[in-house]
C-alpha cells in the first residue's frame, strides 16, 4: 500500500520572471503566427468597415489590435495550461498539527 503521508520531492517555485516568460514567449509566438495567418485572407479596413465604420482606424492600427487581441486570446491559454500543470503537492499538504 502506498503511504501518502510521506514527504515527497517537491521542486523548488520558479522565479516569476521565468513563470511570466513561460507564458508570454511561447504565446508571443503563437499571436504571430495567428495573426499572419488571419491578415492572410482579412483586410483590416473591410473588417473596419462590416463592424466599427464610423471609427476612424488604419490598415496598421487595425494590425496592431488584431496582433493583441491574439496575443491576450494566446496568452490566457497559456496560463491556464500553466496552472493546470502545477505539481499538486503544493497544494496537497498535510495540515499543520494543532
Not at 520531492?9 to 488571419?38: N, Y
Amino acid at each position: 500500500m502506498t503511504d501518502f503521508t510521506a514527504p515527497r520531492f517537491d521542486h523548488p517555485p520558479r522565479p516569476m520572471a521565468q513563470r511570466i516568460g513561460a507564458i508570454l514567449w511561447p504565446s508571443f509566438f503563437a499571436a504571430c503566427v495567428a495573426t499572419m495567418v488571419f491578415f492572410a485572407f482579412v483586410d483590416p479596413l473591410a473588417l473596419r468597415d462590416m463592424t466599427f465604420p464610423e471609427l476612424p482606424l488604419t490598415r496598421t492600427l487595425g494590425y496592431s489590435i488584431g496582433f493583441f487581441m491574439f496575443w491576450l486570446a494566446t496568452a490566457a491559454s497559456s496560463l491556464f495550461t500553466w496552472i493546470l500543470l502545477r505539481p499538486a503537492s503544493r497544494f496537497n499538504r498535510p495540515l499543520p498539527p494543532e
